[in-house]
């Protein structure tokens, strides 16, 4: 399952940009708070675009709000991460009652789920839509953040049972700090052979650094025939060998699978 994140750009208005007051400072940001949108919504996510142009528009022209979306980001059920105002912009979605308006916001990233009221269980590609979302919120943030439902703060149904049925199973619970997967030794799955064009040697290269064939790995290509060089670990050497030959890493292309 894959997460796509979706910048602005790729739904709101290029006319009417976004824009708010406030900077997201995420010193500031203890919590995510959960919201749902009510009413109808889209059936593909190929709707969700034009669905939050139009929820754009309508803040715009709510007497009451006259402002752009309030919410930090929304997942749509299909895997999908749409950037609202982000990690630019404070949130303007809850507040508490008798308190200060804004004092909730500065404190808060609102996270939107696009589902209706009959969804009994939020589908397993908006779970890790949404848990993606809050990691890179608390990334931001440098610290674990609290999960509130939008009901919590304030009286409302948002963000809804189905929200609500996975907070407290611990469904959108992220764990801080993240782990980080070991890189370990390259394989045959992490890695990639790359060729030169017009020379015999072979490198094996991670998705940036250069790596090391260890003597196993080394082994493996020679008794499959492979014509391979052995690069020391350190990438350094790997660009020396190249400019040896008045290359750089730019030259290398993808090699045999
Ligand atoms: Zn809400």
């Known amino acids: 399952m894959t997460v796509t994140y979706h910048p602005r750009t790729d739904w709101q208005d290029p006319a009417r940009p976004m824009s708010a007051p406030v900077a997201y400072d995420p010193a500031r940001v203890v919590q995510v708070v959960a919201h749902w949108p009510g009413g109808r919504v889209p059936t593909s996510s190929a709707g969700v675009p034009k669905y939050l142009r139009d929820m754009e528009a309508a803040y715009r022209a ?23 105002r982000g990690f630019t912009w404070r949130c303007a979605a809850n507040s508490i009652p008798g308190e200060p308006v804004g004092q909730e916001n500065a404190r808060t990233f609102a996270l939107l789920f696009i589902i209706g009221g009959d969804v009994a269980e939020l589908p397993p590609a908006m779970l890790e839509a949404a848990r993606s979302s809050i990691g890179d919120a608390q990334l931001v943030s440098g610290r674990a953040l609290a999960l509130r439902g939008h009901g919590d703060l304030e009286p409302t149904a948002c963000p809804g049972p189905a929200v609500t049925i996975a907070r407290k199973r611990g469904d959108l619970t992220v764990p801080y700090p993240p782990t980080i997967p070991n890189p370990g030794e390259p394989d045959m799955t992490t890695a990639r052979l790359v060729r030169l064009p017009g020379y015999l040697n072979t490198f094996l290269v991670g998705a940036g650094t250069p790596l090391h064939l260890t003597p196993e790995l080394f082994d493996n ?20 060998v190249l400019a040896q030959c008045a290359l750089s890493t730019a030259d290398l292309v993808p090699g045999p699978a």
Not at 62 to 73: K, L
């Open 62 to 84: 709510d007497p009451n709000r006259g402002y752009s979306v309030g919410y930090s980001e929304a997942v749509d059920p299909w895997g999908g991460r749409w950037e609202l």
């Open 221 to 240: 290509y020679k008794a499959a025939g492979v014509p391979v060089v052995p690069i020391a670990a350190h990438a350094q050497f790997t660009k020396q």
